[in-house]
């Protein structure tokens, strides 16, 4: 470690430093010390080649020696616009049937599947129940981390103790999630009802009854409890059975929250991959009842995708690639990417119906959502298509 002889940047070199390092601050990551160096090295045209810095760490009062820490290198702009490039079009290239996280709510729902051998006694997808014990929260709960909805977290939280409790495995953490759920249940009085999880007044009522099943104390007398049940009773009044089992409504993503459904009607709705609405846990209660063999496949398949976490919805090939499209449109950097937002939009006009489009090619069920963005996309780059 010796001395470093390098004179304090200028105000371009400054500059060109916080460009490079947008990321960071001006602390060393070392000994978080603010005295930061530069040295840099030039092309043949004066242009900066290069940039390192080092950083100044104050020893004794009045003395400053200059250690060098780390040495990081920055090349120069045209250089690291080509890297950033190639990292979107490899983006591009793994776009597959998508990546969207895993929900805790779904994997618990796969997860209750029973095996399909009758004498394994156990459940058809340990690997589920395994991500479930791995991703309990500090609290108690389950469900997205970075943002907290009460909602989504006792739907998710009490779907993953019904699963446990289920298997009888991991009842610390039962007793953990139930205490949260508990704990908790009174504060979806306070929240906004467009912050609540979609279709919580099905699938909420019939958690708490599955879990009166087990045993499981979750308190349901409580105004914002009861009255969840009368806008349940509510909803599934307003829509006629027959349109339930003849027609893909948003109500079949919340299959699991509905009683007396006509099994051999509703698989005339299963999509081409064997999902139900591409909606796990949906799928995972219509194998339940039904013991059909293509719901199965699929939810294998999404369980060995995945590692045991399902997401909420699979595939979202469309989803994702309409919103790439847009978002490097909104950036002004399309240009460097002509031939695989062409490759995309191509894509996307082959599943155009004509009117409308859903988050992926299996989709039978349209959205407003994607078909807004897709028609946008669509029109944008040429594409002939009528907003219907």
């Known amino acids: 470690?010796?001395?470093?002889?390098?004179?304090?940047?200028?105000?371009?070199?400054?500059?060109?430093?916080?460009?490079r390092l947008s990321q960071t601050t001006t602390f060393c990551p070392t000994c978080s010390s603010t005295g930061i160096f530069f040295t840099f090295s030039y092309n043949f045209v004066g242009h900066i080649k290069s940039v390192n810095f080092k950083c100044q760490a104050i020893l004794k009062p009045y003395e400053k020696d200059v250690l060098q820490h780390i040495e990081m290198p920055f090349v120069e702009e045209d250089h690291a616009i080509k890297n950033y490039v190639k990292s979107i079009k490899s983006i591009f290239g793994s776009v597959d049937d998508g990546v969207i996280s895993p929900s805790a709510y779904d994997t618990a729902w796969v997860a209750l599947i029973e095996g399909v051998n009758e004498q394994s006694g156990g459940p058809q997808f340990p690997s589920s129940l395994e991500?479930?014990?791995?991703?309990?929260?500090?609290?108690?709960?389950?469900?997205?981390?970075?943002?907290?909805?009460?909602?989504?977290?006792?739907?998710?939280?009490l779907a993953?103790?019904?699963a446990l409790t289920t298997w009888k495995v991991h009842p610390d953490k039962c007793k953990k999630g139930l205490n949260f759920v508990e704990?908790?249940?009174?504060?979806?009085?306070?929240q906004n009802e467009e912050h609540k999880t979609h279709g919580l007044e099905l699938v909420f009522p019939a958690l708490i009854e599955l879990a009166g099943k087990l045993d499981l104390k979750v308190p349901n007398d409580s105004p914002v409890i009861k009255e969840m049940y009368k806008r349940r009773e509510r909803k599934l009044l307003?829509?006629?059975?027959?349109k339930v089992h003849n027609t893909p409504t948003i109500m079949?993503?919340?299959?699991?929250g509905m009683k007396d459904l006509e099994w051999d009607k509703l698989?005339?709705?299963?999509?081409?991959?064997?999902?139900?609405?591409?909606?796990?846990?949906?799928?995972?209660?219509s194998f339940m009842q039904t013991k059909d063999q293509k719901c199965l496949t699929y939810l294998t398949n999404l369980v060995h995708k995945f590692k045991g976490g399902v997401p909420h919805v699979y595939p979202v090939e469309i989803f994702e690639q309409i919103w790439m499209v847009d978002r490097l449109q909104r950036l002004g950097i399309a240009r460097y990417f002509q031939s695989e937002i062409k490759e995309c939009t191509d894509y996307i006009y082959r599943y155009w119906d004509g009117q409308a489009i859903g988050i992926t090619r299996y989709c039978n069920l349209p959205d407003i959502d994607d078909t807004c963005m897709g028609f946008r996309v669509l029109r944008t780059n040429g594409y002939q298509v009528s907003p219907g």
């Open 252 to 256: 079949i993503y919340s299959l699991e």
């Open 131 to 157: 991500w479930i014990a791995n991703h309990q929260l500090l609290d108690g709960s389950w469900g997205e981390s970075m943002i907290f909805s009460i909602s989504d977290r006792l739907v998710n939280t």
């Open 238 to 242: 307003k829509i006629p059975k027959e």
């Open 160 to 162: 993953c103790v019904i």
């Open 183 to 190: 704990d908790n249940i009174y504060k979806l009085g306070d």
């Open 1 to 19: 470690m010796g001395i470093i002889n390098s004179p304090p940047p200028t105000t371009t070199n400054a500059t060109v430093f916080r460009r």
């Open 267 to 285: 698989l005339k709705l299963q999509s081409e991959n064997g999902s139900i609405v591409y909606s796990p846990s949906a799928t995972a209660f």
